[in-house]
């Protein structure tokens, strides 16, 4: 009976998901026709950028338990990468987007060995030793590598970084709607992260993500691969945040170190605390929430990061488990009130057989 019912909540949070991405897709299509506004368009690709990062954060962290600090670290290996390969050989962006997030699965797998003796917040000091170290030798970087008609160029690009190196085509096939196109592009590229992300961990891997992060002993006794395990989990979040940064610098057509910045850092993790830690949707409910906070409190100078503050540490509090977390709670809580309820109506409501007194027959018939 414990199989079937699980059996049936399982197909119920399938169908759950599917509603949810039926809805979101037509929002999706009908989105472009219903904002004028070129400014919230260009806000909500931005919005876009940091769902798809804080997924796969959220996939380390929140799915297998690793607090890796190097997201944004393997963000801007993905940009800077795609960008390099476009100023530096010519190449077009969509041939240099695939070659960028694979430069920053081997970044990330680097990361990964250096952290396979390494638990908890050990994990989170080294990588953001090495994310903060990438950052300084980029914006330390001013020797000359290469003369671009009178202008000397860095081969990080340095503090200016790199710009103008080539765009996604929009420009010139769209003309005036060509944040449109970008849109609808960045908008697949989200779709296609989550589908992935919920194959994984709805698939044998990723239960094998969840064990190690609930039991580790338990997970390795069992004959998980913890080291295997997490190279692969550092490997396929890598592939597509560094994807999402080979966009985002063809999409800006710049791509600098302030990628790198502590507070875009600190953003990511907001969102995926804000909407649910391990939960398949708060990485978007989370960056709704925020990003549309923090266009509220746009004027309002530096109560701004104030504002944002307070919202995280409200959730933290008040919702540890995040919106998606707590709306989570509350579906079950009234699934057992209403269970309850149904076990707890009134015998009598029914008539009983036993109590139905029926007369005896006639003698002699």
């Known amino acids: 009976m414990t199989d079937t019912m699980s059996r049936s909540s399982m197909s119920r949070s399938a169908k759950t998901d599917l509603a949810i991405s039926l809805v979101l897709i037509a929002a999706a299509i009908a989105l472009p026709f219903m904002v004028d506004s070129r400014y919230i368009l260009g806000q909500i690709v931005l919005a876009l950028f940091y769902a798809t990062i804080a997924s796969q954060w959220n996939l380390l962290f929140g799915f297998s338990g690793i607090f ?18 476009c100023f530096y050989f010519g190449w077009n962006v969509w041939a240099a987007l695939v ?23 050990y994990v989170a000091l080294l990588t953001l030793a090495i994310a903060q170290t990438m950052y300084l030798l980029i914006v330390t970087d001013t020797e000359c590598f290469v003369m671009v008609g009178s202008v000397c160029r860095q081969f990080t690009g340095g503090a200016v970084g790199f710009a103008r ?35 994984i961990v709805k698939s044998p891997i990723g239960l094998a993500f969840r064990a190690l992060k609930d039991n580790p002993g338990y997970a390795v006794a069992r004959g998980v691969n913890r080291f295997q395990a997490q190279l692969l ?28 910045s502590m507070s875009q850092l600190m953003f990511i993790i907001a969102i995926v605390v804000v909407g649910g830690v391990g939960t398949f949707w708060g990485p978007l409910v989370g960056t709704v929430v925020l990003v549309l906070a923090d266009e509220l409190m746009r004027e309002s100078g530096e109560f ?28 079950h809580w009234l699934a057992r009130r209403r269970a309850n309820l149904a076990e707890s109506r009134p015998a009598d409501s029914k008539p009983a057989v036993s109590n139905i007194v029926q007369s005896p027959a006639p003698a002699g018939k």
Not at 173 to 180: T, Y
Not at 238 to 256: E, S
């Open 68 to 85: 890796s600090l190097a997201q944004m670290a393997i963000f801007a290996f993905g940009g800077y990468a795609t960008a390099m390969l």
């Open 99 to 121: 070659p960028g997030a694979l430069g920053a699965v081997l970044f990330s797998l680097v990361v990964g060995l250096a952290c396979l003796r390494l638990t908890g917040v």
């Open 165 to 199: 190196f080539g765009d996604l085509g929009t420009r010139a096939l769209l003309r005036a709607q060509w944040l449109v196109g970008n849109y609808a592009i960045i908008a697949v590229l989200f779709a296609v992260t989550m589908v992935f992300t919920y194959a």
């Open 233 to 260: 989990v550092f490997g396929i979040s890598a592939f597509f945040t560094g994807l999402a940064g080979g966009f985002y610098a063809a999409h800006f057509q710049a791509i600098g170190p302030g990628v790198l």
């Open 304 to 331: 701004r990061t104030l504002g944002l503050g307070l919202i995280i540490a409200l959730s933290v509090v008040l919702m540890p488990k995040g919106l998606v977390g707590r709306f989570g709670d509350l579906v």
